[in-house]
């Protein structure tokens, strides 16, 4: 009996988190094919370089590099790194690399990602959340910080597998394929309820490090802003909870205490906001707001906070 062939990943968007997630892939053994856009020339020329507090200084030499995606062998898994503003250019991009059949992972944060993305594929893609626990950025061209962390998180949202043990099942197979990569990964039962659970984390950092211009260390050590980031988290469990996924008050306390053992941290947002990049407003806060009005409840911090950042983000972008 023959094995069962070794799956190809597409990484659709190699900034710091597919950058990451494919290195660590192909290193693993994986047939590992990138999609780039700017840094096409540098990584073609001198590979991917990883700088990690955990794993040490990797470099992956010889990278199946491609800057237009009808170039790309068809992918049996597509790993989606880019940000979620840019999603509506991205699906053609996606259905040109997919394989029949393909899983479709979103590695980005926010609520309902997946729902603007649906519309815009092929009916026979498989689509998945990931939720990527991780405290990494790019340092430059091919160049990729690690500070700590890693897991990532799968949860099937749509496609072609119709029950909910035929929907598990790919999500486990994806779990599996990060764990043979030496990474923790877990197949997760209920999408929207992991979203919202990292949502709890999402919303009050990466929106304070941009109105405050601070990490995590100078947040979380004075004592109003931690007060602040407590009170917002809370809000965003109220927001789950009156969507019907229940998470415990004591989820927050669980976070500040993670927090308070990583070391400083910037966010992807401010990263976004110093390189005049769009911020992911829509789906971190716009989304979880709207879900929860039509729940029939208000998040008053959260919509400041929302609001202070769409007025940056318009000044920020000129």
Known sequence: ????????????????????????????????HFLLRSEYVAVAERGLRLNSAVHGALTLANVQAYCNAADMPP??????????????????LIAQAAAPDAKVV?????????????????????????????????????????QSLGSVNLAYHSGPASDAEAQLA??????????????????????????????V????YNGLSVVLNAGTTALMGHGETRALILAIMKEVIQGAVACGHAIPEVFADKLLANTDRM???L?????????????????????????AER????????????????????????
């Open 1 to 32: 009996m023959s094995a069962t062939p070794s799956p190809r990943i597409g990484i659709i968007g190699t900034g710091a988190i597919g950058g990451f997630y494919g290195l660590m892939l192909a290193r693993a053994g994986f047939d590992v």
């Open 263 to 265: 070391p400083d941290y």
């Open 201 to 204: 984390w999402n919303v009050p």
């Open 106 to 146: 979103l590695l980005q944060n926010g609520l309902a990602v997946e729902e603007g993305l649906r519309p815009l594929l092929p009916d026979s893609l498989h689509l998945l959340g990931g939720l990527c626990y991780i405290c990494v950025h790019r340092a430059g061209p091919g160049i990729i910080e690690h």
């Open 295 to 318: 729940a029939g409840i208000e998040l008053p911090r959260i919509r400041a906070l929302a609001q202070q950042l769409a007025f940056i983000d318009t000044h920020n972008l000129g």
């Open 75 to 92: 992918c049996d898994w597509l790993l989606v790194g880019a940000k979620s503003t840019s999603n509506a250019e991205l699906a053609p």
């Open 267 to 291: 966010p992807s947002m401010y990263h976004d906001f110093v390189e005049k990049r769009p911020l992911e407003l829509r789906y971190i806060y716009a989304e979880p707001l709207a879900a």
């Open 170 to 199: 790919i999500a486990e197979a994806g779990a599996a394929l990060f764990k043979e990569a030496g990474l923790d990964s877990t197949a997760m039962p209920n999408l929207a309820q992991a979203r919202w659970q990292k949502l």
